[in-house]
């Protein structure tokens, strides 16, 4: 089992490598899925630079035999990973679909027999200028491991996604103003970040556990997060804080 916390802040070394160019994002997404243990890895952006404004950015590890295959069927038609993710604000399981029609079950039974992996989770990511993102990691893991696995991974990749995206925006010429906290606001996130809970975090400020919840809240609704995970992650990209590993 490969070691995840030293695999999230490889990646996250990575991605501050602002040398990079977007010509690369493909060999990063490699250097994750080894990193972490994975079958593939992929982002698929829209609205991400400035001088291709509507189209669409993609970078993957699937073979090119399954991205052939993908597009003669029509795939883009039926896979319910884009057809709702550029909607939704939550991870996706891709266990949630694959079992809808005999279609879908045709669909992911042959992503899998291409090697994209059985289980799988996208996560979206939603800018505030109209820029949105899908980044997905597929695994083999047997069902028992990638339940063990999953709140993981959801938890690092809402992170490292968004990540991942900044760095692209930034790389294809896109500047997005950098939201602003206050400073009750962007300490809770950092204690957050610190792995602190509402009562530790309360406590460390003199401050009662409702009032750090509704300073976490209010850092959400400025960051535009999904939830106070993707709020961190969000604050980390923007280098609001810094957290000290």
């Known amino acids: 089992m490969p070691d995840l916390e030293d695999a999230f802040y ?7 490598d602002e040398t990079a160019s977007p010509e690369s994002v493909p060999d990063l997404l490699r250097t994750v899925c080894s990193l972490y243990g994975l079958n ?3 982002y698929f952006g829209v609205n991400v630079s400035e001088q291709e404004q509507g189209e669409p950015y993609l970078a993957v590890t699937y073979s ?19 057809r709702e993710g550029f909607s939704s604000m939550l991870p ?36 505030r200028s109209g820029d949105r993102a899908l980044f997905t990691i597929t695994s083999d893991q047997n069902l ?23 760095r692209i925006l930034r790389a294809r010429g896109v500047e997005r103003p950098v939201p602003k ?13 610190a792995g602190k809970c509402n009562w530790s975090t309360a ?10 919840a509704c300073y976490l809240e209010t850092a959400r609704v400025k960051l535009d ?11 980390i990209t923007y280098n609001l804080f810094t957290i000290a590993h």
Not at 10 to 16: M, S, W
Not at 182 to 190: D, S, T, V
Request: hydrophobic fraction near 45%.
């Open 10 to 16: 490889r990646v996250v070394d990575i991605l501050d």
């Open 40 to 42: 593939s890895a992929a």
């Open 64 to 82: 090119s035999e399954w991205v052939a295959h993908y597009r003669i069927q029509k795939f883009v038609d039926i896979d319910p990973v884009i």
């Open 92 to 127: 996706i399981v891709w266990s949630a679909y694959d079992a809808r029609s005999p279609r879908l079950k045709r669909f992911f039974g042959e992503a899998a027999e291409f090697g994209v992996g059985k289980r799988g989770l996208t996560i979206p990511i939603r800018g």
């Open 144 to 166: 028992v491991d990638w339940s063990g696995s999953q709140r993981r991974f959801e938890r690092d990749f809402q992170m490292l996604a968004f990540h991942l995206h900044q």
């Open 181 to 193: 906290l206050a400073p009750r606001e962007l300490e809770c996130l950092k204690w957050r970040a």
């Open 203 to 212: 406590q460390i400020m003199g401050i009662s556990a409702k009032t750090v």
């Open 225 to 235: 997060a999904s939830n106070t995970t993707h709020a961190v992650a969000k604050a």
